[in-house]
């Protein structure tokens, strides 16, 4: 099974910028919706963005117009370009199919955007 490795997070002001990356151990070619998750404390985890093997991209209302989702087919890699992040953005980001279908999740990635 691929195993996911998240990585790119940090403690940023608001307003500021981070660009996440996830790093798969195998092709994630097979899989045709990869996309990214939160969870903030004490909150369940929520779906974020997410991208289909064409390249066709989709998200939350919440981050829509501020974070940019990418795939690299050939190196197994997708990203999340976060701009203009809020406190609210602050949480655990992992990647995953979408949708969740059971696949392990990786460790995450911590994201805090202090005010």
């Known amino acids: 099974q691929v195993q996911l490795v998240e990585s790119g997070g940090g403690l940023v002001q608001a307003g500021g910028s981070l660009r996440l990356s996830c790093a798969a151990s195998?092709?994630?070619?097979?899989?045709?919706?990869m996309g990214w998750y939160r969870q903030g404390p004490g909150k369940q985890r929520d779906w974020v963005a997410a991208?289909?093997?064409?390249?066709?991209?989709n998200y939350a209302d919440s981050v829509k117009g501020r974070f940019t989702i990418s795939r690299d087919n050939a190196k197994n890699t997708v990203d999340l370009q976060m701009n203009s992040l809020k406190p609210e953005d602050t949480a655990v980001y992992y990647c995953?199919?979408?949708?969740?279908?059971?696949?392990?999740w990786g460790q995450g990635t911590q994201v805090t955007v202090s005010s």
């Open positions: 995953n199919a979408v949708p969740w279908r059971g696949r392990s």
């Open positions: 195998g092709s994630i070619f097979t899989i045709n919706v």
């Open positions: 991208i289909s093997r064409s390249g066709i991209t």
